[in-house]
């Protein structure tokens, strides 16, 4: 995956995964809120992925 599909993707899962918390919070489903906590976590490190290789690819065209 490019950085951008990286950064875009990750944005979106930690979109879902605060929604994910907040309902499971209001449904009193503490197993909903548990996997919004990891979508959103999955979406920051797809977020750094990105950053990450973002950096490299900028290092590299500095070179």
Known sequence: ????????QGYANQAAGKVKKAVGDAVDSPKMEAEGHVQE???????????VKDAVKDGIDRL
């Open 1 to 8: 995956m490019g950085s951008t599909t990286d950064k875009v």
């Open 41 to 51: 976590a999955k979406g920051r490190a797809q977020v750094a992925t990105g950053k």
